[in-house]
């Protein structure tokens, strides 16, 4: 999840956001419903202002023509009365007209065609104000003439046809200044009813447009007049007056919608109309007839000018609402943002938590809201987190404990296994090396050796399976091995035995594959014994014959797996300068990342002549190692190595004596030990011991290795060379191995001490080796005492 | 070798001169039987004069002890030289013994 700033919103911005935009909405419709009514009113209070207006237009014009029509009418019965009288009167009567009516610029009595015969045909008194002259100064002329056919005009048809007062469109009145003018025509008629005569009033109209400027109530309004056929009476442009009506402009426009506004204009109706302006564009527009001449009076109003007010106010309140929303988003955030702060605080917090520290302190929340409710949840996970931990820490410190017992458990099975290279510094006539490496902490492999009686008993092993139940099985083979042997020293026997110890009840059937062998250090007589084990490998050098073979093994079953088998018996003597190498199937089915095996062949060609046995076992390991490199050790790889080096010394000394099993002849004995001692220049003490040695010994063969009454020899041959002394006590009696005997428990209290068994007991503690060999029918003890260091070595 | 028992200051005490080897031991239980057929007091072992001893030896202080023992009075060794006493030591007599020099 990508975590950019600008995708990141706190809660405080989001709902300020939302209430700020709801305000937002409901404030803007409001606003605009508002200023709609408003406009609304305006527009309604506008239109009565405008008929008002309007109406007064009309009013006026109505009383000036009220006033004219009135000013004739008052004439017409004077001038009936003077038909008759000289023709002087008509132009005074024109000329009272024009007095009595400031709005009347000219006035005129059109008689019919030769009314007045003297007069010739057209005969029409005329006065009229002179605008040249600065007082206002009346004229007097005779108005029809041959060139001017007034019967003809309009303003006199139409009177006296319709035979009443009439309403002359206006015109422009080119003869006396560019001024615009109507005329009112009225019919004078005789007492028959004929019209004999028109008295004509000329209205000048230029007020008109004073007055319509007075209806002006904006900056940019304006209003106009047309007529009945919709000529221009007024208008801000004042090109158009007189010169274009309505439709002649809406067409040069080409604006339909004014062609439509003049019709209805012209139609008499009393309106408002929005239509587009020329000059002001959007506008309103209110009009109505002025029914006496059928004109039409409107204004035009600028809809942006119209508005103006509830525009500004319009403005004003948006102003004012963002201010407002402003205001609703300071104080939001400033309120928000102090509510949610316990969140930001819940977030640390947890951050806090996640890094480890459970007791984090939880922000104080004071309102009974969700807040609480989270907090309340913050303070059980808190506490369930505890107790989760607590016992996730109990949990693996019981693992813990498990693992060290483990360790403790391959310690312990690493301490059974011989450690201290090379065993035996002292001696020369063997080399011992071996080497363990377990697949897993603890292993089911086992090897093990000792010298006892100079016999080396060893053993190498393969439990099946790995791990702890191995290594348990293991323990116990090996232990089995060494009290066994102790008392036993052949090797078919110990095997057989621990056989039936651990097929008992062997409930798990695990089984071991063991090597077990005892070589005679005196002699190189091997026996051995193979449980289903790989077969030794035996390396011999003669001079330059060297070889390497398979010691011959006989099948026998592994250990463990049936109680009661024999076990046979298998024996060699080996050459010094023989090695024996042992190791269990880890070497030979060691994998490299191939799975292949490592194999017999490799560890035969692998294995060096003339080593150590420390070297030999490097070497192997070395090539081992190699061969499988980065692949793991599938199995425990263990490996044994004896080296027979028995140095044959230079005899020096030599004595023997025969002597038959009679007790009575120990004092022979006696002297015989003597005179050996002294050769070796024991002093008193070691001779002592010696006897005491060489007596116990025999009178063991004198007491047990003929039946009672048969008469044996007992052969004592003393041999000495510059390390040691050896007697060889050998008899011909029945097999007799005193090393077998229990050990004296020299602890007990007299009560408990049995009277026996202290011969053997002092001849091992006396002499540094004691060794029994049956061979070809006789029992061989040797006992070997190591010669004090001569005067000579020291020297040296 | 010879043996001899003799009462000393309310003692029994037997004297042994020579070498206690097996081939005498049989003649030397013979020479001590009276004295565990009879035993009115401490008894003491004097082996000044021993010169060697064999198991079969021990085997007779053993069986001294063994008798006197029961009766509740004490068996006593008497100057025993250096190279002995390392045979009692060896065979862990010289716990079971008191010693007297």
Known sequence: MKNRWWNYRSFAARLSLWVILTVAAILLVTAVVANLFVRDGILREEKLRAKGALENAEEHIEDVFIAVETAVKNHTSEIKKNVQAPHEEMYRITREILETNPMIVGSAIAFEPNYYPEEG??????????????????LSKQLGTATYDYPTMEWYQEPKKLKRGYWSEPYCDTGGGEITMTTYSYPLMDDKGQVFAVLTA????????????????????????????????????????????????????NDAELTELGHEMISGKTDMRQFKSPNLGR??????????????????????????????????????????????????????HHLTQPLVQFTNAVNEVANGNLQATLPKVKTKDEMMRLRNSFITMQQSLTRQMEELKQVNEQK????????????????????????????????????????????GDLFDFYIRDEKLFFCIGDVSGKGVPASLVMAVARSLFRTLSMHEPHPERIISQMNDRM??????????????????LPTGRLRYCNAGHNAPLLLTENGNEKQKVFLPCDSNLPIGIMGGW????????????????????????????????????????????????????????????AFTGEAEQSDDLTMLTIRYTKLQHLVRFQKEITLNNNIEQIPQLAEYVETVCEA???????????????????????????????????KIMAQANDQRLKFTISDNGMPFDPTTRQAVDTTLTAEERPIGGLGIHLITQLMDSINYERKDNKNILTLRKKLPATPSTVNE | MTTTIKEENNNQVVYFDGRLDTAVSMQVQKDVQPLIDNIKSDVILDCEKLQYISSSGLRIFLSILKNVKPTGHHVYIRSLNKDLRQVFTMTGFINLFEFKD
């Open chain 1, 400 to 443: 813990g404990r498990i693992e060290g017992e483990l360790k403790v458990a391959s310690n312990i099975q690493r301490a059974m296994l011989p450690k201290i290279f090379p065993p035996y510094p002292d001696r020369d006539d063997i080399d011992i090396y071996g080497q363990q490496t377990p697949a897993k902490a603890v292993g």
């Open chain 1, 503 to 520: 097929a008992e009840d062997n409930e798990l059937n695990m089984f071991v594959t063991l090597f077990l062998g005892v070589l005679d």
């Open chain 1, 566 to 625: 024999k076990f046979t018996l298998q024996e060699t003597t080996i050459d010094v300068n023989t090695t024996l190498f042992l190791y269990t199937d880890g070497l030979t089915e060691a994998e490299d990342m191939n799975h292949q095996l490592f194999g017999e062949e490799r560890m035969i060609n692998a294995i060096p002549f003339s080593c150590n046995s420390q070297e030999i076992i490097n070497k192997m390991t070395e090539e081992v190692n």
């Open chain 1, 121 to 138: 045909r057209y005969f029409s008194p005329y006065s009229y104000r002179d605008m040249e002259s600065k007082n206002d100064t009346i």
């Open chain 1, 680 to 714: 070796m220049e024991f002093d008193a003490a070691t001779s002592m011991q010696m006897n005491l040695a060489i007596e116990e010994a025999v009178v063991n063969v004198m007491n047990y290795a003929y039946p009672k009454g048969v008469q044996g020899d007992i």
């Open chain 1, 202 to 253: 000329d209205v000048s109209l230029d007020w008109l447009s004073q007055m319509m400027d007075s209806l002006k109530y904006y900056e940019q309004s304006y209003s106009f007049i047309i007529s009945r056929d919709g000529t221009f009476l007024t208008h801000l442009s004042k090109e158009l007056v007189l010169t274009e009506n309505i439709f002649s402009f809406a067409k040069r426009v």
């Open chain 1, 283 to 336: 506008s309103f527009l209110f009009y109505k007839p002025i029914k006496r001449t059928g004109w039409s009076v409107a204004i035009v109003c600028s809809a942006e000018e119209f508005f103006h007010n509830a525009t500004q106010a319009g403005l004003i309140v948006a102003i004012i609402i963002l201010l407002m929303l402003l205001l609703l988003a300071f104080i939001l955030r400033k309120g928000v």
